[in-house]
């Protein structure tokens, strides 16, 4: 059974949406985490977790 459009459309965005994220983080746009120190990869995790 393939995925709908719509499926593929959202997991698409969900994508590009961590995508932009990472971009973000690493030009130190965001502030989501409250300790600068950590690595991007230290950040992302806690962002998603």
Not at 23 to 38: D, E, F, G, I
Request: hydrophobic residues 40%.
């Amino acid at each position: 059974m393939q995925p709908s459009s719509s499926d593929l459309r959202t997991n698409a965005r969900v994508i590009l949406d961590g995508i932009e994220m990472v971009h973000a983080m690493r030009k130190r746009q965001t502030k989501y985490v409250c300790n600068s120190h950590l690595a991007l990869t230290e950040q992302f995790e806690q962002l998603v977790a």
